[in-house]
Every structure is written in C-alpha cells, then in structure tokens.
C-alpha cells in the first residue's frame, strides 16, 4: 500500500471548517483514499473514502486532486468532538495477501479551540 | 444498523495467563472479521482476518490465536500471555468481498495488561 504524509498535528476554531491535508505521492491506480479518526481510548472510526471524484457524507467531505497524490478531508463545522487523530490511509482493493490490512501511519492530532 | 461490540473493555492479566477476547457483530450475515493490536503511540497491527466460519487467516506468527465459531463470532485466544501481549485489541467488521472498496469498522477495543 501507499505511503501517506500527514502533519503531525492542527488546531482550528469551534464552528469553523477544519481542513485536514494527506500527501498520498505515490498511490497507484487501483488504490482508494479512507479516512479514519480515533478519539483517544476507543476504536477507529471510519469517516469517508474515495478513489478519484469527490465525496460527501453526513460527516465531511473529501477532496481529492486530479492527480490523486494528495486529499483533504473537510470537516464543515468542527465541534469540540471533533478533537481526535485523523488517519489517511491509502489501500489497494486487488486481492492479495496481506491486502486486506489497514495501515495506520501517526496520524494528524487535531484539536478543536472553544 | 450494524453494530460491533467487544469485551471486556479492560483487562489485567498476569504472565502466563489464557486469555479468551470476544468480538460479535449484529446487523450483518457473513461479515469480514479482523483482529488488529495498537501498541501505545502506534499504528494497527493486522493480527488475523476471517471471511468465513472456520475460516482463519494469521498476518503474522506469534503465541496468539484466533476463531470464529460463529457466522458473528470472532475470538481472540492465547494458552500463556507474555508481557509482549500487552496493548489495545480492536475488533473490526467489513462486508463484502475482500477485494472490495467497502470500508472497515471498528469496536471500542480492549485494553490489555500484562503484570
């Protein structure tokens, strides 16, 4: 799977828009763009996914280039909630072994000021 | 709505001890099953993955094991723990094949410790 780049951590203001960048370089063709979050203590959560067109669901949008090397996973109106660690994951739907993991990289630590 | 439980939520076991971790999934038939280890500070570890009752596949060798008995039923076992076990072991549950684009989700995890 494709190595992504995030920065290490983001704060952004309660009610405003938090936009979260993910560097994806070298992804491949076949390869689709989640997003996890993980408040601390629990499991991750899944947030959005996509391959090439932007996506929206009741929690964010994703923003993919044209290119696919790089995404940002829009948060519209970050809530005190919202504070947790984001994980972009790059992850290949062709069927080898070992494919079917889910590699976690560090994440970014957002943090929502009141 | 599907939903994924685990427990228990936290344990503390000594060296040496079995361990038995139970993960169930309501709302779905013949779901994916995952066992993931977080060490602290760290990414998920793939520990094991199940498409089927009976049907177990290992990521990686190590003094634990897994079954599933059930369609929903997924269970993470050892015979002795080592310190190295310790961590938080998260249940996961996908649908669809495994080549498919459909996402994982998680339960809340268990937190492991070992004295």
């Known amino acids: 799977d494709a190595k992504t780049t995030q920065p290490t951590s983001m704060d952004c203001a309660e009610g405003r828009a938090a936009n979260l960048p993910c560097n994806h370089s070298?992804?491949?063709?076949?390869?689709?763009v989640y997003w996890y979050r993980q408040i601390h203590s629990q499991g991750p959560q899944y947030i959005i996914h996509g391959l090439k067109n932007n996506e929206t669901n009741e929690m964010a949008s994703l923003i993919i280039t044209e290119d696919r090397k790089s995404s940002t996973l829009i948060l519209p109106h970050a809530t005190l909630r919202d504070t947790a660690v984001y994980y972009c994951?790059?992850?290949?739907?062709?069927?080898?072994?070992?494919?079917?993991?889910?590699?976690f990289g560090t994440g970014t630590r957002l943090t929502i000021i009141p | 709505s599907q939903t994924i439980h685990q427990w228990p939520a936290t344990l503390v076991q000594p060296v040496g001890s079995p361990l038995s971790l139970e993960c169930t999934v309501e709302g779905t038939s013949n779901p994916n099953l995952y066992w993931y280890r977080q060490a602290a500070g760290r990414g998920l570890q793939l520990l094991f993955y199940s498409v089927g009752i009976g049907q177990i596949s290992s990521e990686v060798p190590q003094n634990l094991s897994a079954s599933r008995p059930q369609d929903r039923q997924f269970i993470l076992s050892s015979k002795k723990l080592l310190l190295s076990d310790s961590g938080f072991y998260l249940c996961?549950?996908?649908?669809?094949?495994?080549?498919?684009?459909?996402?994982?989700?998680f339960g809340d995890g268990t937190r492991l410790s070992i004295l």
């Open positions: 070298t992804i491949s063709g076949n390869e689709y």
């Open positions: 994951i790059v992850r290949s739907i062709i069927s080898n072994f070992g494919n079917e993991k889910l590699t």
């Open positions: 996961a549950w996908s649908q669809g094949a495994m080549d498919s684009n459909q996402p994982q989700h």
